[in-house]
């Protein structure tokens, strides 16, 4: 009776069989989702960080390209003098600026091999709508009577490329009678140096935003 109750082997084998062959083709189009999703979020998850890193590069070269552009022009700027020029009783400042380009005279660049006094002039260039802060030197002459014209031959720096705009203001009192202001124009007929000069450049549209950059001047007593 006991043995009548028992399933025969020939039923239970076939099917255990089939379902240790292999996985049915529901299991594997359910891994196959499994696996590019798995996919697609490890290559979103790269390329965010590849973004970041690349973000990251940038900023750090643009931060360097800050600080070394702030270091050339304190430095410069520290050390102009403040000479003048006379003639028929009219005394003009070696020092003259508006809102895109000033000139001053200072010793050579630490760069260059030459000794002796040297005339900068730091401007806005445009070119193909495109603008830049270069810094212009050349040796100045002592016995000329005011800056050389610019049309005259000149070493080239080039300090920040394809900028916005850029745009210099100066601190001081071009009359002694007057209190210290911020001026657009400092011209070379004022009875005395600036004390500041600032540089504001506005960045173009997706890099980084240029901090204002207050350069000072040991102003004296003209010479």
């Not at 009359?175 to 001026?183: E, F, I, L």
């Not at 890099?207 to 204002?212: L, T």
């Amino acid at each position: 009776m006991i043995a009548c109750l028992k399933q025969p082997p020939s039923v239970v084998a076939p099917y255990a069989r089939r379902r240790e062959a292999g996985f049915t083709l529901l299991e594997v189009l359910v891994a196959m989702v499994v696996l590019s999703l798995i996919m697609t979020t490890a290559f979103g998850a790269l390329r965010l960080g590849e973004r970041s890193w690349e973000a990251g590069l940038t900023r750090a070269g643009e931060t360097e390209t800050l600080r070394t552009v702030a270091g050339v022009l304190q430095r410069q700027f520290k050390q102009a003098l403040p000479l003048s020029w006379t003639e028929d009783t009219k005394t003009t400042l070696a020092f003259s600026g508006d809102h895109e380009q000033l000139r001053f005279i200072a010793p050579s660049p630490q760069h260059h091999g030459a000794t002796g006094l040297f005339e900068y002039t730091l401007m806005v260039e445009q070119d193909d709508n495109i603008n830049r802060l270069v810094l212009y030197y050349r040796l100045h002459d002592p016995d000329s009577n005011g800056f050389e014209p610019d049309s005259s031959e000149r070493q080239r720096v080039l300090l920040v490329d394809e900028i916005k705009s850029a745009r210099f203001s100066y601190f001081g009192a071009p009359v002694d009678d007057d209190p210290p202001a911020w001026h657009s124009h400092w011209n070379n007929d004022a009875e005395a140096f600036p004390q500041q000069v600032s540089v504001q450049l506005e960045a173009k549209q997706g890099q980084q935003p240029w901090p204002e950059l207050f350069l000072t001047l040991h102003a004296g007593e003209v010479k």
